[in-house]
């Protein structure tokens, strides 16, 4: 039997991980140069002021990532004999309460200038000594902080497919709110524009809006993946289709009278153990260790298996338990 190491990924995802590590480093390059611009022309603008906060925050996820790739590698140890695994679960917690906490404070923030009527004003500016509006130097920056975040986001939301990455997943999902960020702000700079002050702030609150959305959606699922629920896909769309594999997988052993099978996630791999009540004692060193061996197969993901024989199996939810294949059972401690 193999003891479960610090490694995660298969070979043939190296180079997919190696492409997401380079990824998140020329984010957070490219971020620092969009925060540094919307600065520099934020004027008074409450969409504007939600842009270059929501870039600032947008740091978390992929200075997240970055730190759990290094973690999560380390091999279990007296201090922590499960590995280092769930550095990503912790990563991604930290990835969705950014996104929530941005999203609540834009809301708040934008609701009280709405309702105390504030009118933001945009002024001229001297550049290369001509009056320049600059609402328009305000729209450049926006842009220069949308279209980048949009093609970012394409990208790792593929990649975190691939590995299995709720990190890689929620910072796409922030590139994602990045570019609709600067999308409404620019809606709002224009409104300023037009003499229609609300649109600032309404553009705002839509912002927060969806923003608080998804932080809510991903800060849930990472607080379940904590207490250890049911393994999910990286998108949160439903259960990962793991879980129905590994039930069919137990199902098929034929020694198998009944089964309970529990999955929890550790990272990107996924712990599965199984309580097997066997139809009787022959071989079952050789059974155990076949059914660890099948499951693993099943996808690389499956890599903290564990299969335990008991007598019977009371107390466990309905939902857990399998069903051996039809056949006579003989009770544990007979003989065939």
């Given at each position: 039997m193999r003891y479960p190491s610090g490694t995660e990924l298969p070979p043939e995802l190296d180079d997919v991980h190696r492409r997401a590590v380079r990824l998140e480093w020329i984010t957070i390059a490219y971020l620092i140069?969009?925060?540094?611009?919307?600065?520099?022309?934020?004027?008074?603008?409450?969409?504007?002021?939600?842009?270059?906060?929501?870039?600032?925050?947008?740091?978390?996820?992929?200075?997240?990532f970055l730190v759990a790739a290094r973690v999560r590698y380390r091999r279990p140890n007296r201090d922590f004999p499960y590995g280092y695994h769930r550095a990503v679960e912790v990563s991604y917690l930290v990835a969705a309460l950014a996104l929530l906490s941005m999203g609540l404070f834009l809301i708040v923030d934008s609701v009280l200038k709405l309702l105390h009527g504030d009118h933001p004003p945009i002024g001229m500016v001297e550049l290369f000594d001509w009056q320049v509006w600059l609402g328009w130097l305000m729209?450049?920056?926006?842009?220069?902080?949308?279209?980048?975040?949009?093609?970012?986001?394409?990208?790792?939301?593929?990649?975190?497919?691939?590995?299995?990455?709720?990190v890689l997943h929620a910072d796409s999902k922030m590139n994602r709110a990045d570019w609709m960020t600067a999308t409404a702000a620019i809606?709002?700079?224009?409104?300023?524009?037009?003499?229609?002050?609300?649109?600032?702030?309404?553009?705002?609150?839509?912002?927060?809006?969806?923003?608080?959305?998804?932080?809510?959606?991903?800060?849930?699922?990472?607080?379940?993946?904590?207490?250890?629920g049911r393994p999910r896909r990286d998108d949160e769309q439903g259960v990962h289709p793991l879980v129905g594999d590994v039930r069919d997988a137990v199902a098929d052993l034929d020694w198998v009278q009944e089964a309970a099978v529990r999955m929890r996630e550790l990272g990107h791999v996924l712990a599965v153990e199984v309580l097997a009540v066997p139809r009787d004692e022959t071989d079952l060193l050789d059974r155990v260790e076949d059914a660890v061996?099948?499951?693993?197969?099943?996808?690389?993901?499956?890599?903290?298996?564990?299969?335990?024989?008991?007598?019977?199996?009371?107390?466990?939810?309905?939902?857990?338990?399998?069903?051996?294949?039809?056949?006579?059972?003989r009770s544990v401690g007979s003989r065939p």
């Open positions: 140069t969009a925060i540094l611009a919307i600065y520099f022309t934020l004027g008074s603008s409450q969409a504007m002021k939600g842009a270059w906060l929501e870039d600032i925050l947008s740091l978390a996820p992929p200075i997240a729209i450049a920056a926006l842009v220069y902080s949308a279209v980048p975040a949009a093609v970012l986001g394409r990208m790792k939301k593929r990649l975190a497919a691939d590995l299995h990455d709720k809606v709002g700079v224009l409104g300023i524009g037009f003499g229609l002050w609300w649109m600032d702030a309404a553009a705002a609150i839509v912002i927060g809006l969806d923003i608080a959305h998804d932080g809510g959606t991903y800060t849930a699922a990472a607080a379940k993946d904590l207490l250890d061996r099948r499951i693993r197969d099943l996808d690389w993901k499956l890599q903290d298996v564990v299969v335990s024989v008991v007598r019977e199996i009371d107390g466990a939810p309905e939902d857990v338990l399998v069903r051996g294949p039809l056949g006579p059972a």
